[in-house]
């Protein structure tokens, strides 16, 4: 009777604050056992190191600040080494913020191209017009670097009639848009060799999130499942046809390697 009366209660919070609804359908319960369910992973992706991915890796970011809703360094780091090892590297990225990581890979990259919602959207959803104006902060007026507006869930990406080398999908993670921006980046920005990285796979390298990985996994052909990994010592999943030896998850993880980190301040 007191499961009843509580369901009662929720549904009832529920239809008075349709809103409630969002945060159940993000509960990492919820799409943990989605994922067990529908694909047998507990675990998350495979772990490959991310030396495997990025070779010796020694990079320098100029541009790091730091501050709410950036990545980590590790995460620019890999883009950067990816693009290094690209020539004439062509990258497309979904979700601009502050243009790190584009800025980043543009000393590298032949030609970028970053994909993010306009001023005029941005502030219709109810965002302020500082946080609008400071998309693209550090990106802007960059030669190599062109600034795309639109929603990603509507925006003509077949209308862009590119192949890219490298593509970064970090917009909106609720699981519609990562799954609608996987797909749509499959069907028509992907050729035979392109590596794609998806941001915010998981809330830290050893804590995956849920909601995201579901939505990789459903965007991605069935085909292609097999190539996903998750980047170690990164908060990234990455898709590469190339070999790449890996191993499950397991945490806390022992550490097997350390960074050295230089942090030198410098004017705008």
Not at 64 to 81: R, Y
Not at 210 to 216: F, H, L, N
Not at 227 to 253: D, F, G, I, Q
Request: charged residues 30%.
């Amino acid at each position: 009777m007191k499961k009843i009366t509580k369901t009662w209660k929720a549904l009832s919070a529920i239809v008075k604050n349709p809103w409630l609804l969002n945060r159940v359908l993000a509960d990492d319960s919820i799409w943990q056992n989605y994922i067990e369910q529908n694909y047998q992973m507990k675990s998350g992706l495979p772990v490959v190191d991310i030396d495997e991915v990025c070779g010796d890796l020694d990079i320098t970011l100029e541009c790091f600040a730091f501050l709410d809703g950036g990545s980590l360094p590790t995460d620019i780091a890999l883009l950067k080494a990816l693009s290094k090892q690209i020539e004439n590297c062509q990258y497309f990225e979904i979700g601009t913020w502050r243009g790190e990581s584009v800025v980043n890979v543009a000393e590298h990259a032949a030609e970028c191209y970053t994909l993010n919602l306009s001023k005029a959207d941005l502030l219709a959803i109810g965002a302020d017009e500082r946080y609008a104006d400071l998309h693209g902060f550090f990106s802007k007026g960059k030669k190599n670097i062109k600034h795309l507006e639109g929603n990603s869930l509507n925006y003509d990406f077949k209308g862009l009639d590119k192949k890219f080398d490298l593509i970064f999908i970090d917009g909106d993670h609720h699981y519609d848009y990562v799954k609608n921006d996987t797909a749509k980046v499959f069907e028509h920005l992907v050729h035979d060799d392109t590596v794609v990285v998806w941001h915010d796979y998981a809330y830290s390298p050893e804590k995956i999130r849920p909601e995201v990985m579901a939505g990789i996994l459903d965007g991605v052909p069935m085909e292609c499942r097999k190539y996903l990994y998750h980047v170690s010592n990164s908060m990234c999943a990455v898709y590469t046809r190339r070999e790449l030896r890996s191993k499950e998850l397991s945490v806390p993880m022992v550490p097997d390697k350390t960074f050295r980190v230089r942090v030198e301040r410098r004017g705008l």
